[in-house]
């Protein structure tokens, strides 16, 4: 069985899971992407997410393993949830990015 509805959640300021939807499709596959402001709103949208059928979900990096451990128990485990990463190589980028300035 080939992947066919794949889900993405990715967090940002302002962003409403309402508002901020976007779906890629073509004859075999569908990706659906939401936007939260806050990782606290993960575990209700990737329930709608798997609602809507999605086979796998993938959540940004700013999750972190806490809030994926949520959301995976709020979904019982019905599918698989990978988390974004970032390796060492990303510590001076991401503080510059996030850092205090």
Do not use: N
């Not at 575990?43 to 798997?50: D, H, I, K, S």
């Amino acid at each position: 069985m080939a992947l066919t509805k794949f889900g993405f959640i990715v967090t940002g300021g302002g962003l409403d899971p309402a508002r901020h939807r976007v779906v890629m499709q073509s004859d075999r596959f569908e990706m659906i992407a939401i936007g939260i402001g806050d990782p606290a709103a993960g575990p209700a949208a990737a329930r709608t997410l798997v609602d809507e059928g999605i086979e796998l979900l993938e959540l940004c990096g700013g999750f972190g393993p806490i809030w994926t451990a949520r959301v995976i128990e709020a979904i019982g485990g019905k599918i698989p949830v990978g988390s974004v990463g970032y390796g060492p190589e990303a510590i001076a980028p991401m503080h510059r990015l996030f850092g205090d300035g």
